[in-house]
């Protein structure tokens, strides 16, 4: 949940309007526009896997930190005091917090990975790898959990994530990732104010992803994983975003070697 000085920033970057300053204040206003919005975007639905469709072998751990940037256009629309009702479009790309993965091998082609997203939104997902050969399928189903404010309202999204996961093998060192998917938002607010963050977080409905990414592997234990993955609405309130990153995968890492046999 945000606190009073989070709250305030949060306003004053995710509301419509527009305000005339000198500048030096737009400097000052500039930096706290950023961390607001920073704080504000962690709020919307983080799709990034940093990960293949290939598991954690069984009864190990491996874990990813992934540093992470948004960028989200929504259309709004406005009422005035006269019942006059406009569309209005706002766009925000700023860095977010990192987040945390850690992922166990429950079997050979199942593992389950534990999320801390952006160092706020708590979540979980199970992979289930039914295909393993120069191409690699998987389904991974997950949930993410957020809750936060906006101005005096406080507010629970649930996402439920449902990525398919395919791999592209040039080698046993480098994968492409593509990831194309659907996620279903649940939220507790069902209001449209000229609050951005309010709302985006106050439609609950179905979600379009489409993410690819590489996943380098380094050495047995260390893997670089680069993703991009956007999502659009599928409902009245149309925004879009994209959420970039890049993934630091340590640890029991998914073997290759049978691309080299």
């Given amino acids: 949940m945000f606190g009073t000085r989070s709250r305030s920033a949060c306003r004053a970057c995710c509301s419509t309007e527009r305000r005339s300053t000198s500048a030096p204040s737009r400097r000052i206003g500039s930096l706290v526009i950023l961390a607001g919005a920073s704080l504000c975007l ?36 406005v009422e005035d005091s006269s019942g006059n009702r406009s569309t ?3 766009t925000h790309d700023v860095p977010l917090p990192p987040s945390f993965m850690l992922r166990y091998g429950l079997s050979d082609d199942v593992d ?19 295909l393993k050969d120069a191409v690699d399928i998987a389904v991974d189903p997950g949930v993410q959990v957020y809750r936060g404010s906006a101005g005096d309202e406080d507010f629970t999204v ?10 592209l093998n040039f080698s046993s060192s480098i994968s492409m990732v593509i ?33 690819i990414g590489f996943d380098f592997r380094v050495s047995k234990g260390f893997a670089l994983h680069p993703e991009v993955t956007f999502l659009r ?29």
């Fill in 42 to 77: 962690t709020a919307c639905p983080n799709p990034n896997l940093y990960q293949t469709a290939r598991t954690t072998p069984k009864g190990k751990l491996s874990y990813s930190i992934s540093a992470e940037a948004i960028g989200v256009t929504a259309e709004t629309t």
């Fill in 88 to 90: 209005q479009e706002t």
């Fill in 112 to 130: 389950l990975g534990f999320h801390v997203y952006n160092f706020v939104s708590p979540g979980f997902d199970t992979k289930i790898n039914f």
């Fill in 158 to 167: 649930v996402y439920a994530h449902l990525p398919l996961i395919l791999d």
């Fill in 179 to 211: 990831a194309p998917g659907i996620t279903y938002a649940h939220s507790s607010i069902d209001t449209s104010t000229q609050d951005l963050l309010t709302d985006i977080n106050s439609n609950s409905g179905l979600i379009a992803r489409a993410g």
């Fill in 233 to 261: 609405s599928i409902d009245d309130t149309k925004w879009n975003t994209y959420v970039a990153g890049l993934g630091f995968n340590f640890g029991n890492l998914p073997s290759f070697a049978d691309l080299d046999e």
